[in-house]
C-alpha cells in the first residue's frame, strides 16, 4: 500500500504526465544537459535521449532504478542484482561503472547506488557520447537530476504486502535569491526473494541561489543501505538452464553477512553571464561509496567444467569478502558563446575537464573450505539453506587502482535557414595505473547535420569517434587481474525527431563499432582457458523507435521497440565468430495504456506489455534463454474531498505469473542468470494536497 501527502496541486490523474518523455526541459539552472553544451534542450539534440521524469519516479514500485530504466526498449539489465548495486546496458553495451553514471552532470561511481527519492528526473543518452561524456561507454550513460529548490511539502508512505515500509519526506522553499529542499527517507526492504531483508536511510540537501550575474546549484547526500545480496545461478554442466527459481536466495548460510553501501554525493555548478553573449560555467562534483561487501558465493563445480555449476544443480560455494572504498572527482569549465551574422547564426563552446577514479580494496578474500581430495565447499539449488562450515578467511590488500581522464574540446553550430551543422573535437588523455602504468592521448571528433522538416519535426545524422577504458581480465584467464588498454569506438546514426498533434515519435538507426574482448577457449587457467584479450571487431546494428502522448484525451500510450543485430568478426577464435553477443535479445519492446472511462468519473484502466527475445546465456550461443512476454494490469479512482484529492489504486504485475530469466549476463568472471519477479497484488492510496 502507498499513502502520499503533499502540499502542493497537480494536475487531475487524466491529464498527468506520462511516464516517459523524449522531449526535454529549459532549464534556469547550471545544471548541464545530457546531450552537451550545444543541445540544452534534448528534443533537438541530434541523438536518441529518453527522459524518465518525476511522475514515474514517484509511483510506489519505483525503489530501484531498473524499475524506471525498464520503460525503454533499448535498455537491459547487465547483473542488476538484488541486494546490490545495479548496473545496465545500452545498445546491447554493458555500461562501464566509472565513467556510465552521472548525477547533474557528475560522473559518480556507478557503485554509489544511487537513491530516487532526491531525483527529479532520469536522463538516458543512448550512443557515443563524445561531446557529452568524454571517455565513456560505449552504449551510452545514464544522468540522475537531482530535485531543485522549490515551495514544496511533502510525505510519503508505501507499505508492501511482505513488510516493506519506505516513508520520506520532500520539503523546500524558493524566495528569489535562495532556495532550498531538502529529502529524507527510511525503508524497510522485504524483497519476494528468500531471506534478503535489509533496510536503508537517505538524507539531501539542494540549494540554490543567484548574486552578482553568478547562479549557483549545489547538492550534498548520503545513504546507507544494508541488504543481503542474492546472488546468480549458472548453467548446469555449461549445457542446461536451471529451473527458474524466483524466491530462491543462494546466499543464506549461517555465517553470510548483508552488503553495506555507505553513499555520498556533493556537487556545485556556478553560471556566469560575462555578456549578454557570453557565459561561463563551472563544475566539481565528488561521489564517494565505501562498501562492506559480503556475499556466500556460488561460482563452478570441483568437475569440468569448472566455470560452471555441476549437472547436478551443485555448486562450489565461496565466502567473498572486500572492504572498498570507490571514489570519483570531477572538474570541468565551459565557455558558451552566439554570434549573430544575418541569416546565419553561430554558437560556440569550448572546455576542459578533469576525472579522477580510485579503487581500493582491503581485507579481500574469496576462499572455500577444500578437504584433502582438493574439493572445494559443495551446496545445492535445490536446498542452499542447508548449513555449511564457514570456510577460513586470509584477508589481503589489493593494489589501488586509479583510472582518469582529463580532456580539452571546443564545438561549434552553425544554422542556416532550416539546416543546422554541428562539429566537435576532443583531446583526451586516458590513464590507468594498477599493476602497471598505461597512458594515451586521443582525438575525438563528433558531427552532425540537422535539418528542420517543419516546425514540429527533423532528420538529423551523426557520426561520432569515442573512448572507453579497457576493462579487467575474469579469474577464469591465464591473465586474471590484467588491465586491457583502452579501445577506440565509432558510430553512425540517422534519425527523425517529431511532435504529431499530442504524440511524440522519434526513430534513429545506428551501426557501431568497437574492439572485442574475449577470453580464449583453450588454455592454462584453473578452468582450462587461455588469456583475455582484444581481438577483431564488435559491430551493432539497430533500430529504435519511442512515441509517447494522447491520441485522445482520455487515452495516454506509451510504447517503444529496439532491434539489435549484435556480432563479432575477425576474432580469430571460430567459437564466437559471427554469434549474437551474450544476453542481447534481437527485439525488444514495451507497451502501456492508460484509459479514463467517460461515463465513471476517477476510474481509469491500465495495461502494459513488454516482450523480449531469446538471448545466449554464453559466449558461444550454444545455450540461450527463451523469449518471454509479461503482462501488467491495474485499476485506479480518483476523488477529491475537502483539501486533498485521493487515488485508489490495484496493481497487479506479472499477471500471468510467467517464470522467465531477465538477465543472462557475464559479468565478475560467470555467465550468471538472475529470475524475473513472480506476480505481485498491490493495493497503494495516494493523497495530496489541492
Known amino acids: 500500500m502507498a499513502i502520499c501527502v503533499e502540499g502542493h496541486a497537480e494536475e487531475p490523474s487524466a491529464r498527468a504526465e506520462p511516464a516517459v518523455i523524449v522531449t526535454g526541459t529549459r532549464r534556469s539552472s547550471p545544471i548541464p544537459s545530457v546531450g552537451g553544451p550545444l543541445n540544452d534542450q534534448v528534443e533537438l539534440a ?52 566509472g565513467s556510465a553514471y552521472r548525477i547533474n552532470g557528475f560522473i559518480v561511481p556507478g557503485e554509489l547506488h544511487v537513491a530516487l527519492d532526491d531525483q527529479e528526473r532520469i536522463e538516458v543518452l543512448k550512443g557515443v557520447g563524445t561531446l557529452a561524456a568524454g571517455a565513456a561507454s560505449h552504449g551510452g550513460l545514464v544522468n540522475f537530476v537531482t530535485k531543485r529548490p522549490a515551495d514544496v511539502a511533502a510525505a510519503r508512505l508505501d507499505l508492501t504486502p511482505r513488510g516493506g515500509r519506505h516513508a520520506g519526506v520532500d520539503f523546500g522553499g524558493a524566495p528569489e535569491v535562495f532556495g532550498y529542499r531538502i529529502n529524507a527517507a527510511h525503508e524497510d526492504i522485504r524483497p519476494y526473494v ?63 553477512r548483508p552488503v553495506e553501501n555507505q553513499g555520498w ?82 554558437r560556440v563552446a569550448f572546455g576542459i575537464e578533469r576525472i579522477a577514479r580510485t579503487v581500493s580494496q582491503r581485507d579481500y578474500y574469496s576462499n ?19 548449513p555449511l ?57 563528433q558531427y552532425a547535420l540537422i535539418r528542420n522538416l517543419d516546425p514540429h519535426s527533423r532528420v538529423y545524422w551523426g557520426q561520432a569517434k569515442g573512448l572507453e577504458f579497457g576493462s579487467e581480465a575474469p579469474l577464469t584467464a591465464e591473465n586474471a587481474g590484467e ?63 519511442a512515441g509517447q502522448g494522447r491520441p485522445t484525451a482520455r487515452l495516454q500510450i506509451l510504447a517503444s521497440a529496439a532491434w539489435i543485430h549484435a556480432r563479432a568478426k575477425d576474432t580469430g577464435e571460430p567459437a564466437f565468430e559471427g554469434v549474437q553477443i551474450q544476453n542481447i535479445p534481437r527485439i525488444r519492446s514495451t507497451l502501456f495504456a492508460r484509459y479514463a472511462f467517460a461515463r465513471a468519473p476517477g476510474l481509469e484502466l491500465s495495461a502494459a506489455w513488454s516482450h523480449s527475445g531469446k538471448r545466449n546465456a554464453r559466449r558461444d550461443g550454444s545455450v540461450s534463454v527463451p523469449s518471454y512476454d509479461r503482462f501488467d494490469t491495474g485499476l485506479s479512482w480518483t476523488t477529491v474531498w475537502s483539501r486533498y484529492r485521493a487515488r485508489v489504486m490495484l ?37 495530496e494536497g489541492t
Request: negative net charge; contains cysteine.
Open 46 to 97: 541530434p541523438a536518441q535521449i529518453t527522459v524518465i521524469p518525476l511522475s514515474v519516479l514517484q509511483q510506489p514500485e519505483m525503489q530501484r532504478a531498473s524499475s524506471a530504466l525498464n520503460r525503454d526498449a533499448s535498455v537491459g539489465e547487465n547483473y542488476a542484482a538484488i541486494g546490490y548495486y545495479e548496473n545496465f546496458s545500452i545498445r546491447g553495451f554493458t555500461l562501464d561503472q
Open 194 to 256: 528468500e531471506k534478503a531483508n535489509g533496510h536503508r536511510d537517505f538524507l539531501s540537501l539542494a540549494l540554490d541561489g543567484s548574486a552578482s550575474g553568478w547562479t549557483v546549484a549545489g547538492d550534498i547526500e548520503y545513504q546507507r543501505r544494508s541488504q543481503f545480496a542474492v546472488p546468480g545461478f549458472q548453467l548446469l554442466g555449461g549445457s542446461a538452464l536451471p529451473p527458474i527459481l524466483p524466491a530462491t536466495n543462494i546466499n543464506q548460510q549461517p555465517w553470510s
Open 265 to 346: 554525493f556533493a556537487g556545485v555548478r556556478a553560471e556566469h553571464y560575462m555578456t549578454q553573449d557570453w557565459k561561463l560555467r563551472l563544475g566539481v562534483g565528488l561521489g564517494r561509496a565505501r562498501i562492506d561487501d559480503n556475499l556466500a558465493f556460488p561460482f563452478g563445480c570441483n568437475d569440468a567444467p569448472f566455470q560452471y555449476f555441476c549437472a547436478d544443480g551443485s555448486y562450489v560455494l565461496y565466502d567473498y569478502h572486500s572492504k572498498e572504498l570507490r571514489q570519483t572527482t570531477h572538474t570541468d569549465a565551459t565557455v558558451f558563446g552566439t554570434i549573430q551574422g544575418g541569416e546565419v547564426n553561430q
Open 368 to 386: 572455500t573450505l577444500v578437504d584433502a581430495a582438493g574439493r572445494g565447499l559443495m551446496g545445492n539449488i535445490n536446498d542452499p539453506s542447508a
Open 389 to 445: 562450515p564457514a570456510p577460513p578467511s586470509t584477508p589481503t590488500d589489493r593494489a589501488t587502482a586509479n583510472v582518469g581522464q582529463r580532456g580539452i574540446y571546443v564545438a561549434d553550430e552553425i544554422a542556416w535557414h532550416a539546416w543546422r551543422v554541428q562539429g566537435a573535437l576532443r583531446l583526451v588523455q586516458l590513464w590507468q595505473r594498477q599493476y602497471g602504468d598505461v597512458a594515451q592521448t586521443h582525438v575525438l571528433p
Open 483 to 545: 588491465l586491457l588498454p583502452p579501445r577506440q569506438t565509432k558510430q553512425n546514426e540517422v534519425g527523425w525527431k517529431g511532435e504529431w498533434r499530442d504524440l511524440a515519435i522519434s526513430t534513429a538507426a545506428f551501426r557501431m563499432q568497437r574492439p572485442y574482448e574475449f577470453t580464449d577457449v583453450n588454455g592454462n587457467s584453473f578452468a582450462g582457458m587461455g588469456k583475455f584479450h582484444q581481438a577483431g571487431t564488435q559491430t551493432h546494428t539497430g533500430w529504435e523507435l
Open 651 to 687: 496493481n497487479a504485475t506479472n499477471l500471468t505469473d510467467r517464470r522467465y530469466w531477465r538477465d543472462a549476463s557475464e559479468a565478475y568472471s560467470a555467465d550468471l542468470l538472475f529470475p524475473g519477479a513472480p506476480r505481485e497484488i498491490v493495493f497503494g492510496v495516494l493523497v
